[in-house]
């Protein structure tokens, strides 16, 4: 076992709400200054950035991660990370076809931007990428582990998509291995208000959408690999830690 | 009124119906599941669109008379069977919370 300093959850400018010098090489950088090694790139509903964040990540020696904050029907937010980059990559074209097509207006949400290699916008997403999907969390549940994934309730102590405030509760099913804080200062008191919470294993991370945000150094996770396992390994031990394995 | 009542003035569908001859003495309306569990009262017709297993288990709790989902909403795989066996009453209809919501005002 060793522990890794993680930031599981970060927004890139493919994120309406993420600020546009949220790019792949930016987030990387910066998880490197902060003392980050295992970052995971989650974007809402879509994946479009997580390539050159792989690239970005191995060029500032980073462990990378691809992800997405999935909405589901219910409106919960759902962490979903990857072992690999193509089965994150096919997970979002799956996800793509479950989407509820509003056209985006920048002014108001903010703009999509796709980023190339070298950390230029190549593109912008035209569609609306925060809204629901039309995925129940048990479709995505099931959706994720289809992809060899790993589904992690988002934020459970935020009100906002929060799956606590949404649904008043954990669900029973699907079952979760994990849940993910804003704060870990939240655990006591959320556990003691809501004992399906309790038994779960617990990650903290920032939900950053501003350089700044990015987690200082990262919390603490123990992972069953060497220090210098190797980003896939590090990645696969990292899926089964939240999978309950 | 009764839920039976109800779900015939209004041309509501029968999802799952347990116990008909229930009162239905007023209203709520809400999806936020942790919101609806403090404050709809007991008797209440909830009209949601929320359509997840935990709405049964608010009901429940909440001792409401009958979810009315909403805008056509499907029930989640398993809902109306946990319904019946909980006696929680689940009526649908195609139509908006908010045109719904002023009709069971009417009847009230």
Same mark, same amino acid.
């Given at each position: 076992m060793s522990a890794f300093r993680c930031d599981l959850h970060i927004h890139s400018c493919l994120s309406p709400c993420g600020e546009d010098d949220m790019t792949p090489f930016s987030i990387a950088g910066m998880a490197k200054l902060n003392g980050v090694e295992v970052a995971a790139l989650t974007d809402h509903n879509a994946c479009g950035n997580c390539g050159t964040f792989f690239h970005a990540c191995e060029t500032y020696g980073v462990v990378p991660v691809a992800g997405m904050e999935l909405t589901t029907s219910e409106d919960v937010h759902l962490l979903c990370l990857f072992p690999l980059l193509e089965d994150a990559l096919a997970f979002a074209k799956a996800v793509d076809r479950n989407r509820v097509r509003i056209r985006n207006r920048a002014e108001i949400f903010g703009r999509q931007l796709l980023i190339g290699p070298d950390d230029e916008a190549t593109g912008e997403e035209k569609d609306l990428l925060i809204n629901a999907t039309t995925l129940s969390l048990e479709d995505a549940a099931a959706l994720v582990k289809e992809y060899h994934g790993a589904a992690v309730p988002a934020h459970v102590d935020r009100e906002g998509n929060g799956i606590v405030a949404v649904?008043?509760?954990?669900?029973?099913?699907?079952?979760?291995?994990a849940v993910e804080y804003r704060d870990g200062a939240n655990i006591v008191r959320y556990e003691k208000q809501y004992p399906r919470l309790r038994g779960k294993r617990k990650i903290v991370s920032s939900?950053?959408?501003?350089?700044?945000?990015?987690?200082?150094p990262g919390y603490e996770i123990e992972l069953?690999?060497?220090?210098?396992?190797g980003a896939e390994t590090v990645r696969k031990a990292l899926i089964d830690y939240l999978n309950g394995v | 009124m009764t839920v039976r009542e109800m779900a015939d003035a209004l041309n509501l569908?029968?999802?799952? !119906? &347990?116990?008909?001859?229930?009162? !239905? &003495?007023g209203g709520y309306a809400g999806d936020l599941l942790s919101w609806v569990m403090g404050r709809a009262q007991a008797g209440d017709a909830w009209v949601t669109i929320m359509s997840n297993p935990n709405t049964v288990a608010v009901a429940s709790l909440a001792d409401v008379s009958c979810i009315v989902l909403a805008e056509g909403v499907r029930p989640d795989k398993g809902v109306a069977e946990t319904a019946m066996s909980r006696g929680v009453n689940i009526l649908g209809s195609e139509e908006p919370s908010f045109a719904l919501c002023v009709k069971i005002a009417a009847l009230l």
């Amino acid at each position: 076992m060793s522990a890794f300093r993680c930031d599981l959850h970060i927004h890139s400018c493919l994120s309406p709400c993420g600020e546009d010098d949220m790019t792949p090489f930016s987030i990387a950088g910066m998880a490197k200054l902060n003392g980050v090694e295992v970052a995971a790139l989650t974007d809402h509903n879509a994946c479009g950035n997580c390539g050159t964040f792989f690239h970005a990540c191995e060029t500032y020696g980073v462990v990378p991660v691809a992800g997405m904050e999935l909405t589901t029907s219910e409106d919960v937010h759902l962490l979903c990370l990857f072992p690999l980059l193509e089965d994150a990559l096919a997970f979002a074209k799956a996800v793509d076809r479950n989407r509820v097509r509003i056209r985006n207006r920048a002014e108001i949400f903010g703009r999509q931007l796709l980023i190339g290699p070298d950390d230029e916008a190549t593109g912008e997403e035209k569609d609306l990428l925060i809204n629901a999907t039309t995925l129940s969390l048990e479709d995505a549940a099931a959706l994720v582990k289809e992809y060899h994934g790993a589904a992690v309730p988002a934020h459970v102590d935020r009100e906002g998509n929060g799956i606590v405030a949404v649904l008043g509760d954990l669900p029973e099913t699907p079952a979760f291995a994990a849940v993910e804080y804003r704060d870990g200062a939240n655990i006591v008191r959320y556990e003691k208000q809501y004992p399906r919470l309790r038994g779960k294993r617990k990650i903290v991370s920032s939900d950053a959408h501003r350089l700044w945000e990015i987690a200082e150094p990262g919390y603490e996770i123990e992972l069953n690999c060497k220090k210098d396992a190797g980003a896939e390994t590090v990645r696969k031990a990292l899926i089964d830690y939240l999978n309950g394995v | 009124m009764t839920v039976r009542e109800m779900a015939d003035a209004l041309n509501l569908e029968s999802i799952a !119906v &347990s116990d008909g001859e229930r009162t !239905v &003495s007023g209203g709520y309306a809400g999806d936020l599941l942790s919101w609806v569990m403090g404050r709809a009262q007991a008797g209440d017709a909830w009209v949601t669109i929320m359509s997840n297993p935990n709405t049964v288990a608010v009901a429940s709790l909440a001792d409401v008379s009958c979810i009315v989902l909403a805008e056509g909403v499907r029930p989640d795989k398993g809902v109306a069977e946990t319904a019946m066996s909980r006696g929680v009453n689940i009526l649908g209809s195609e139509e908006p919370s908010f045109a719904l919501c002023v009709k069971i005002a009417a009847l009230l």
